[in-house]
């Protein structure tokens, strides 16, 4: 199974947005059920383009969620990049090629 691991800036975007939104006490284990699925099936979210090429995204416990990663396929693991709010106009899906 493919290994999933979170990098320290998509922890400070968890917790970020965790005490900007008020999110309740469960989230982080929410983010965790939400990435389980990666760990069979590391290509599941769609792949970004422009300056974000090379990573994909999933939705995570909200659909305003983005959970952004990078899959590196000879070491079989999938870090967490940056978890972002989409409703952001300065959100991954957002920013112009």
Known sequence: MTRVDL???????????IAALS???????RVRSCLGSLERFPRLGPELSGRWTGLR??????????????FDEDADRVVVVTIQ???????TTASSP
């Open 85 to 91: 709010d989409a409703r952001s106009s300065a959100a």
């Open 7 to 17: 990098a320290v800036s998509a922890v400070e975007d968890l917790d970020s947005l």
């Open 23 to 29: 999110l309740p006490a469960d989230t982080r284990r």
């Open 57 to 70: 995204f999933l939705l995570g416990p909200w659909r305003w969620m983005l959970l952004v990663y990078h």
